[in-house]
């Protein structure tokens, strides 16, 4: 037990006390988000066989390769190995530098496109409220655009005043207020399709999906669809850090892959109700956003509540996504100018109602450069504010190397399985297979994005 001890909790300040249920929670939190709003149309594009198939699909391979990860969580032995204690380190162990700078391109890519896919989400939230105030006073027919770009900068600017937080210890707040409404959003947006469905009580939909397009477009939606569905399935890349979590014994392994089983079952149900009955309720016409579609006018109260625990979800979840990014680089300008006065100098500004010390420190590299990143995330949303092309563009990119590749290639490094061998060509069989499902949903994603810009001005985006 002692030896145990020692092996399990390593730089002697922190003590794991996380359970299966810890972990399970922790699982649920990091896939329930803003994914979920995309459900119904992708299950529209894909029909009443391909689409349930298609959930049930990633949830199997997420689950898979996810218990794959959990053994790499030490090294080289998964129980009584030294521990890795992100996604990345894993890497380094099992597969040397080189594949190092792959997964770290990979993860950095992955977490600004995501902030990029938040900042849209979040001001089409801010729009649905705007207009659904307007259409509850003056009819739904009324004319109430608004305009994208406001409400982008607007989102902006709360994330340049978060972003000035040194580290995310220090915003822990706002990561479970972040949680507890993005479980609020989902499941109102769950009980307004039951509603929808209620009211008319007829299955919609058919067996293939959307058939009102040319046969080119259907299949572009479709394999954005699976982008979507991917983005949804989304946590490969931050199943480390809850490992590093659990406390021992038992060994870490094995709780993690009880957790995620509990985690990517409960998940894999909440998103074939959502996705299924938003189908039955809206058929083929299910909007790309089921909660700024306007597929709901009424209770508008209802629907502004539900936009605006989107809104406040995703404040908080831009900053998970982005304070790595800050600290990785900010740490590599610590690494290669030691002694530089410019980049170690802090300053400190009082400032009022805070409770601890008062005053808030800073450098001028993390002032400078934390904003012209938010600034230029906010930009590039801007240019390309298409909700599910980007969100499924985004699952497409990541769900290959982080969810698959990595995993694989480390379990066949830690088996120690030959090449030639008949597993060694069964798993990368399977990479290769995920692999061409992430190329199809790029493919889809990329031209729904370049159809928008035929019709898009840029910085003219209305709603």
């Known amino acids: 037990m002692e030896k145990s001890t020692v092996t399990d909790i390593e730089h002697g300040d922190n003590e794991r ?31 009443w066989i391909v689409g349930p198939l298609v959930l049930l699909g990633f949830s199997c391979v997420t689950y898979y390769t996810s218990v794959l990860l959990a053994n790499c969580y030490r090294f080289p032995d ?26 770290g391109c990979a993860q950095y890519v992955n977490l600004w496109g995501t902030l990029v896919g938040y900042t849209i989400t979040a001001s089409t939230s801010m729009i649905a409220v705007k207009r659904a105030n307007c259409f509850h006073r003056n009819g739904h027919s009324a004319r109430c655009d608004a305009s994208g770009n406001t409400f982008m900068v607007v989102f902006g600017l709360f994330q340049l005043v978060l972003s000035q937080f040194p580290s995310l210890e220090n915003i822990t707040w706002l990561s479970v207020v972040a949680v507890a409404t993005s479980f609020g959003y989902s499941f109102i947006g769950l009980g307004l399709c039951m509603g929808k469905w209620a009211s008319h009580g007829e299955f919609r939909g058919t067996l293939a999906g959307t058939s009102d397009v040319a046969a080119s ?32 014994p038992p060994p870490e392994n094995k709780s993690m892959k009880r957790a995620t089983l509990n985690g990517i079952g409960l998940t894999t149900v909440f998103y074939l109700l959502l996705g299924c009955i938003g189908y039955a309720a809206f058929g083929n016409d ?18 502004d509540m539900a936009n605006i625990c989107v809104i406040v979800h995703l404040i908080g979840a831009y900053q998970v996504y982005a304070q790595p990014i800050f600290a ?31 005053s808030w420190s800073f450098t001028l590299p993390t002032l400078v ?31 290959w190397p982080l969810a698959v590749y990595f995993p694989v290639s480390m379990h066949i490094a830690q088996e120690k399985i030959q090449r030639g061998a008949l597993k ?26 370049v159809h928008n810009l035929k019709a898009a001005a840029p910085f003219k985006t209305v709603y």
């Open 328 to 358: 990785r680089f900010e740490n590599y300008l610590l690494f290669q100018w030691p002694d530089n006065k410019f980049i170690r100098r802090t300053y400190s500004v009082r400032v009022p109602f805070m409770e601890v010390g008062g």
């Open 217 to 248: 477009d259907k299949a572009f939606d479709a394999l954005l669809a699976l982008g979507n569905v991917a983005f949804a399935y989304t946590f490969a890349d931050i199943l480390i850090e809850i490992q590093d979590t659990l406390k021992s």
């Open 286 to 303: 299910a909007p790309g956003n089921i909660l700024t579609g306007f597929g709901f006018y009424e209770p508008f109260w209802l629907v």
């Open 424 to 449: 060694w060509f069964a798993l990368q069989g399977f990479s290769f297979f995920c692999l061409l499902v992430s190329v199809a949903a790029s493919i889809g994603s990329v031209a729904d994005i």
């Open 17 to 47: 006390r996380g359970t299966v249920w810890t972990a399970t929670a922790h699982i649920i939190a990091a896939l329930i988000g803003s994914g979920v709003l995309a459900l119904a149309w992708s299950v529209a594009q894909l029909g």
């Open 369 to 399: 450069l934390r904003t012209i990143f938010i600034m230029f995330t906010t930009l590039v949303a801007m240019l390309l504010p298409f909700f599910n092309a980007v969100l499924g563009l985004i699952g497409a990119l990541g769900f």
């Open 78 to 103: 998964p129980v009584n190995g030294t521990i890795n204690r992100a996604y990345i380190d894993a890497v380094r162990s099992y597969l040397g530098p080189k594949h190092v700078f792959l997964c």
